[in-house]
C-alpha cells in the first residue's frame, strides 16, 4: 500500500481523487459558503434573504466598473470586487429571479453610452477623455429603473443596504404614501410676522419629490389604510381621538416618524404668541411615549458646552456660544443604523431629551445623542433670551447623556387598555412596533441646515449640514419593507494597518516639535541680528563683528544640530516600521509553516505511537 501511493500511480491516483471531489462538492454542495470576516461582510443579512426570495418578477442589474482604467488603483479595485461578490451572492440567493450583467464601460463604446443613458456617474482621469464608471443601475419587467450613480468609497459600510434599497424599489415600484400632520408651516403660507407669503422649506419640497404626501387633519379618528409612514411633526394640537387613533395604527403594523419638540423656535401660531416664548411651543405625545418605554419632558431642553454651536450677533459684534443650539457630530450618531450611517453634521435647536424606561418591553435604540458634558434646564430659561452666553452661566454639566432620536422597536402595549369613549379597542398589544422619535423640530427649518439662494427664479438649496437627509433617509427607512427596515449599517471592508499609522503619528509628533524648535531659534537669531545691526553704519551692514559671526555660527550649528534630529526621527520611523514589517515577514514566510509542519509531525507520531499500541 505504502508503495502504491509514492509510485506515480498513486500520484495520478490522488490526483484524481481530489478533482473528483472539488466536482462532486460544486455539484452537491453549491451554496456553501464560509464567510471568515470579522463583521460578516459577505454574508448577506436575514432581510436582504426574505427580500430576494420574496421577488414576484424578475430584475436585471447592470454593473458597470471601468476594469481597465482603474488597473492602477487598488484600494477601489478591492472594494469592486467586494461589490461584485455581493451581487453574485445576491444573484444565487434569487434562484434566478435576479439576473446580473457585469459591464467593462470601454471608452466610445456603447456600453459606456449605455451607462451615460443610466444616469451613471463617470469621474474623469485623464486628459484625453478616459473615464470611470462605478456604478449599478437595475430595471424590472416594467422597464422601470433605479440607480447607484457612484459607489463611494466611504459609504462602504451602507452597501448592503443600498443593493437591497435598490431591489425593493424595483420590486415595488409605486411612491410610498406618507401621512403628514404638522403643527408648522412646512409648506409655506403666510407668515404671521411679516405679513409675507413664505416660501415651502426644503426639506419638505424634497420629501414631495420622493414620496407622495397626504396632508391629515389634526382631529383625525382613523388614519388611513393607503399610509405607509405616518409623520407627525410638532403634533401639539392632536385631540385624544387622534392620539388613539395613532396607537391603534402603530399597534397594527404602521410605521412611525414623529419630531417632537420641548421647544419649536420656528412656531409662529397664535397660540405660541399669546402664551409667551416658551409656553405653547412645546409637543408631546401624551400617553404614548409611556406606553412604548420613553420618558420625556416637554419642558426640559438639553444644554451641551461641547456640543455648543457658534452664532452671530450682529454687525460688529464677536460671536456668541449657543449652548442649547448644537452641532451634532458622527461621533454623537449611531454608526450602525442606516437612517445616520451616512450623515456627517446635524444641528438641533432647543432639543429635547429622550430617555429609555427601565423595565419597558421595547427596544429603545439611540440615533442621535449629547455628550457627557450637558446637563437640561427648563425651557422657560430662553423666554425673551437676548444673549445666548446668558445659558453659560452657573452651567454645571450632569456628565449623563441624553438622546434626541432614537428607534423604538420590540413588543408594545396599547395606552389605553379600557379604550376610549365611543371607540372600540381594536389591539390591545404586538409583538413589534417601528417607530422613530426625534426630540426636535427646528432641526427641518431651512435655517438650521440649507441655505437657499435665488438663481434667476429658482431656489437654489445649497445645504451646510445634513437634516434633510435625516428626514429623507428615516422616511426611506420605514417606508420600505420590514425585511428593509432590519438591514443594518455593515462595517467597512477595508482595514487600516493601525500599529504603522501610530508609529507614523508618534514619529510626525516627534518631528513636528523638532520643526517647531528649529523655526523658533531660527526667529531668535534673526532678531539677534537685527539687535546687533542697530547702530551700524549703513554703508558697513556687509562687515560683520566677531559677535555677530558667533551668533551666525551658532545658529548654523544649531541648524545642523536639528537637521540631524530630524533624519534620525524619519530613520527612526523607517526603522520601527521595517521591523514591523520584518517581523511579519517572519511569521508568515517561516513561523506559520514551521506550525504547520510541527502539527503534521506530532499527528503522525501520534498516529504511529497508537499503531504500536495495537
Given at each position: 500500500?505504502?508503495r ?8 495520478l ?12 462538492s ?16 459577505f454574508?448577506?443579512s ?40 455581493m ?10 429571479k435576479l439576473k ?20 451613471l ?7 484625453t477623455g ?41 420590486a ?74 395613532i ?20 412656531d ?23 406606553a412604548w418605554?420613553v ?14 454651536m ?22 454623537f450618531m ?13 444641528t ?8 429609555p424606561?427601565?423595565g419597558?418591553?421595547?427596544?429603545f ?9 450637558s ?13 445666548p ?5 452657573g ?12 428607534r ?9 387598555p ?8 381594536e ?22 441646515w ?10 437654489v ?10 428626514l ?27 500599529v ?87 511569521i ?19 498516529g504511529?505511537a497508537?499503531r504500536?499500541?495495537?
Amino acid at each position: 500500500m505504502k508503495r502504491l501511493m509514492y509510485s506515480g500511480t498513486g500520484l495520478l491516483v490522488l490526483l484524481l481523487a481530489f478533482i473528483a471531489f472539488n466536482m462532486a462538492s460544486g455539484v452537491l454542495l453549491p451554496g456553501a459558503r464560509l464567510d471568515l470576516t470579522e463583521q460578516k461582510l459577505f454574508t448577506i443579512s436575514d432581510g436582504t434573504r426574505d427580500i430576494l426570495e420574496e421577488l414576484d418578477e424578475p430584475i436585471t442589474l447592470y454593473f458597470f466598473f471601468s476594469d481597465r482604467a482603474s488597473k492602477d488603483m487598488v484600494v477601489l479595485r478591492n472594494y469592486a470586487r467586494r461589490v461584485e461578490e455581493m451581487l453574485r451572492e445576491y444573484e444565487r440567493v434569487a434562484d434566478g429571479k435576479l439576473k446580473l450583467q457585469i459591464i467593462d464601460p470601454q471608452p466610445f463604446s456603447e456600453a459606456e453610452d449605455r451607462a451615460a443613458e443610466f444616469g451613471l456617474q463617470a469621474v474623469p482621469l485623464t486628459q484625453t477623455g478616459e473615464q470611470l464608471y462605478f456604478g449599478l443601475a437595475g430595471t424590472n419587467e416594467l422597464a422601470q429603473q433605479e440607480i447607484i450613480p457612484f459607489f463611494a468609497l466611504e459609504q462602504e459600510g451602507l452597501l448592503e443596504y443600498e443593493l437591497s434599497r435598490l431591489i425593493n424599489s424595483l420590486a415595488n415600484p409605486e411612491k410610498p404614501q406618507i401621512g403628514l400632520i404638522s403643527g408648522l408651516p412646512m409648506g409655506g403660507g403666510m407668515n404671521p410676522m411679516t405679513g409675507q407669503p413664505a416660501a415651502p422649506w426644503v426639506a419638505f419640497e424634497q420629501m414631495q419629490q420622493m414620496f407622495e404626501v397626504q396632508q391629515l387633519e389634526a382631529d383625525i379618528d382613523t388614519i388611513p389604510e393607503d399610509i405607509d409612514v405616518l409623520l407627525l411633526v410638532h403634533p401639539k394640537a392632536l385631540s385624544e381621538a387622534a392620539l388613539f387613533a395613532i396607537d391603534q395604527f402603530v399597534l397594527g403594523g404602521g410605521k412611525l416618524l414623529a419630531f417632537i419638540d420641548p421647544l419649536a423656535e420656528s412656531d409662529q401660531s397664535m397660540e405660541a404668541m399669546m402664551e409667551g416664548m416658551a409656553d405653547g411651543k412645546a409637543s408631546d405625545l401624551g400617553p404614548l411615549l409611556a406606553a412604548w418605554g420613553v420618558n420625556y419632558n416637554p419642558e426640559q431642553v438639553v444644554l451641551d458646552s461641547r456640543l455648543g454651536m457658534s452664532v452671530s450677533r450682529g454687525q460688529g459684534q464677536l460671536p456668541a456660544r449657543h449652548i442649547g443650539w448644537l452641532e451634532v457630530e458622527p461621533a454623537f450618531m449611531s454608526r450602525e443604523d442606516i437612517v445616520t450611517a451616512p450623515l456627517q453634521l446635524l444641528t438641533v435647536a432647543t432639543a429635547g431629551a429622550l430617555q429609555p424606561q427601565e423595565g419597558a418591553s421595547t427596544q429603545f435604540l439611540p440615533l442621535l445623542s449629547s455628550s457627557p458634558h450637558s446637563a437640561l434646564a427648563p425651557s422657560s430659561r430662553f423666554s425673551r433670551m437676548q444673549d445666548p452666553e446668558i445659558l453659560l452661566t452657573g452651567f454645571k454639566a450632569d456628565d449623563q447623556i441624553y438622546h434626541f432620536a432614537a428607534r423604538l422597536q420590540g413588543p408594545a402595549r396599547t395606552a389605553y387598555p379600557d379604550g376610549l369613549e365611543g371607540r372600540e379597542l381594536e389591539l390591545s398589544e404586538t409583538d413589534n412596533i417601528n417607530v422613530l422619535l426625534v426630540a426636535d423640530t427646528d432641526l427641518l427649518t431651512d435655517r438650521m441646515w440649507v441655505q437657499v439662494q435665488d438663481f434667476f427664479g429658482q431656489r437654489v438649496p445649497q445645504p451646510w449640514a445634513d437634516n434633510g437627509g435625516l428626514l429623507i433617509n428615516a422616511l426611506d427607512n420605514l417606508s420600505g419593507s420590514e425585511a428593509l427596515i432590519s438591514v443594518r449599517s455593515r462595517g467597512d471592508f477595508s482595514r487600516p494597518f493601525t500599529v504603522v499609522e501610530d508609529l507614523q503619528r508618534k514619529a510626525e509628533r516627534r518631528y513636528r516639535a523638532s520643526e517647531q524648535r528649529l523655526q523658533q531659534q531660527l526667529e531668535q537669531t534673526e532678531q539677534r541680528l537685527r539687535e546687533l545691526q542697530q547702530g551700524q553704519d549703513p554703508t558697513q551692514l556687509t562687515e560683520l563683528n566677531a559677535e555677530q559671526e558667533q551668533a551666525i555660527q551658532r545658529f548654523l550649528d544649531e541648524k545642523l544640530a536639528i537637521r540631524k534630529q530630524l533624519r534620525d526621527v524619519r530613520y527612526e520611523l523607517n526603522a520601527d516600521i521595517e521591523r514591523l514589517g520584518n517581523l511579519l515577514k517572519v511569521i508568515n514566510i517561516a513561523l506559520v509553516p514551521a506550525l504547520l509542519t510541527l502539527g503534521v509531525l506530532l499527528w503522525w507520531l501520534i498516529g504511529r505511537a497508537r499503531r504500536r499500541a495495537v
